[in-house]
Nanobody, 116 residues
Framework: QVQLVESGGGLAQAGGSLRLSCAASGSIFSINDVLLWYRQAPGKQRESVAGMTPAGSTSYADSVKGRFTISRDNAKKMMYLQMNSLKLEDTAVYYC?????????WGQGTQVTVSS
């Protein structure tokens, strides 16, 4: 049963932008969810990229601060990751996640490839 579905990945040039989207199914959604974006580059461990609390506070990895923005649209049950000024090292599979009543749910991942 698919519960979180990402979209928006693809190929971008260095310095360019991409916007990732993550749709939640009805059963895996609450305005009290903690929202998270992770990424995993080839040969590396999965790392946290951005997060948003239910109150709207955001946090970012140092490597993306000032370039990436996490946002949400609760009416649409969506979360987003706007990625600007992309760098080669941003190439990875990106995953959205929600902490829903203490349980973590993950999307299937979407590939982002940044080329020079």
């Amino acid at each position: 049963q698919v519960q979180l579905v990402e979209s928006g990945g693809g190929l971008a040039q260095a310095g360019g932008s991409l916007r990732l989207s993550c749709a939640a199914s009805g059963s895996i959604f609450s305005i009290n969810d903690v929202l998270l974006w992770y990424r995993q580059a080839p040969g590396k461990q999965r790392e946290s990229v951005a997060g948003m609390t239910p109150a709207g506070s955001t946090s970012y990895a140092d490597s993306v601060k000032g370039r990436f923005t996490i946002s949400r649209d609760n009416a649409k049950k969506m979360m987003y990751l706007q990625m600007n000024s992309l760098k080669l090292e941003d190439t990875a599979v990106y995953y959205c996640a929600r902490t829903h009543y203490g349980v973590n749910y993950w999307g299937q991942g979407t590939q982002v490839t940044v080329s020079s």
